[in-house]
């Protein structure tokens, strides 16, 4: 199981490198007053969310439960902040 979660993290921080990445300087700063006139607390930096990837069911007896989420599909969930 632990060598499905580093290949699919490897996966992620290869592909997604562009796409996720920490806010810095200007775009740090827009984040920070968003995140204020959207819920009203200061100094907020980011915000958790997660999501679920479709992935073909695996062919591991061992691993196979893990991956079924509620509606009886397989996937994996990320969570990225912003």
């Known amino acids: 199981m632990a060598l499905v979660i580093r290949e699919v993290v ?35 930096q980011g915000a958790i969310d997660g999501c679920h990837f479709k992935i073909a069911k695996p062919t591991s007896a061992f691993v196979v439960d893990y991956f079924y989420h509620k509606t009886g599909g397989c996937s994996m969930i990320a969570q990225a902040m912003e």
């Open 10 to 44: 490897c996966v992620v921080n290869k592909v997604f490198k562009k796409m996720i990445s920490w806010p810095i300087g200007e775009r740090m700063q827009n984040v920070r007053a968003n995140l204020k006139a959207w819920c009203g607390l200061p100094s907020v």
